[in-house]
């Protein structure tokens, strides 16, 4: 089975195949190696910075406390669907292990995001923020953050307050929600 894919990367070129006769009975001993070669991956560039440069000038446009309940509203939303797209069995019934998938599904959406737990206050910690400068030259960005976070919540767990003490945009190294 395995030798079969073998020489099909063998076939386009990736791998170089030694054939090596040990006796006259049998097949002959085949050994792959990589293939040098200079192959290269070219990525399309990425405009996130763009989409939330222009998602925080438009939400500058409103009054300060309804932009920040539209954005909020609009992460609270987005964190619905994602925990409903969960398969069913990933419904949590902590609150320790809820934090903890939300953690995880913040880092696959670019936040590099950890929980943690100390003295009864759990929290997460999102190292990075898929936003940007946008997030620091527009703080009201933050609330998708928190909305993200309180969607996924009451979906995996029930309804929470999470509180957003520390972000990126207020100068922080990285943004903090306690739970």
Same mark, same amino acid.
């Given at each position: 089975?395995?030798?079969?894919?073998?020489?099909?990367?063998?076939?386009?070129?990736?791998?170089?195949?030694?054939?090596?006769?040990e006796?006259?009975?049998?097949?002959?001993s085949?050994?792959?190696?990589?293939?040098?070669?200079?192959?290269? +991956? @070219?990525?399309?560039?990425?405009?996130?910075?763009?989409?939330?440069t222009?998602? !925080?000038?438009? /939400?500058?446009?409103?009054?300060? @406390?309804?932009a920040?309940?539209l954005?909020?509203?609009? *992460?609270?939303?987005y964190?619905?669907?994602?925990?409903?797209e969960?398969?069913? *069995?990933?419904?949590?019934?902590?609150?320790?292990?809820?934090v903890a998938?939300?953690? @995880? =599904?913040l =880092?696959s959406h %670019? +936040?590099?995001?950890?929980?943690?737990?100390?003295?009864?206050?759990?929290?997460? #910690?999102?190292?990075h923020?898929? +936003?940007?400068q946008?997030?620091?030259?527009?703080?009201?960005?933050?609330?998708?953050?928190? !909305?993200?976070?309180r969607?996924?919540?009451? %979906? /995996?767990?029930?309804?929470?307050?999470?509180?957003?003490t520390g972000? +990126?945009?207020? *100068?922080?190294?990285?943004?903090? =929600?306690? #739970?």
């Amino acid at each position: 089975m395995a030798r079969h894919h073998l020489d099909k990367l063998a076939a386009a070129g990736h791998l170089v195949v030694d054939i090596q006769r040990e006796s006259k009975a049998g097949r002959p001993s085949k050994r792959y190696r990589s293939a040098k070669s200079d192959i290269t +991956f @070219e990525f399309p560039a990425r405009h996130d910075d763009l989409m939330g440069t222009l998602l !925080g000038r438009a /939400l500058a446009l409103l009054p300060p @406390e309804e932009a920040d309940r539209l954005a909020e509203e609009v *992460g609270h939303e987005y964190g619905l669907h994602l925990a409903a797209e969960m398969a069913p *069995g990933d419904a949590h019934r902590s609150l320790h292990s809820a934090v903890a998938t939300v953690a @995880e =599904t913040l =880092t696959s959406h %670019g +936040f590099a995001a950890h929980s943690e737990g100390t003295e009864g206050q759990l929290r997460i #910690v999102s190292e990075h923020c898929p +936003f940007g400068q946008a997030a620091i030259d527009h703080p009201v960005l933050c609330a998708i953050d928190r !909305g993200l976070v309180r969607g996924m919540l009451a %979906g /995996l767990y029930g309804e929470t307050a999470p509180e957003l003490t520390g972000s +990126f945009a207020t *100068g922080q190294s990285a943004c903090t =929600t306690l #739970v």
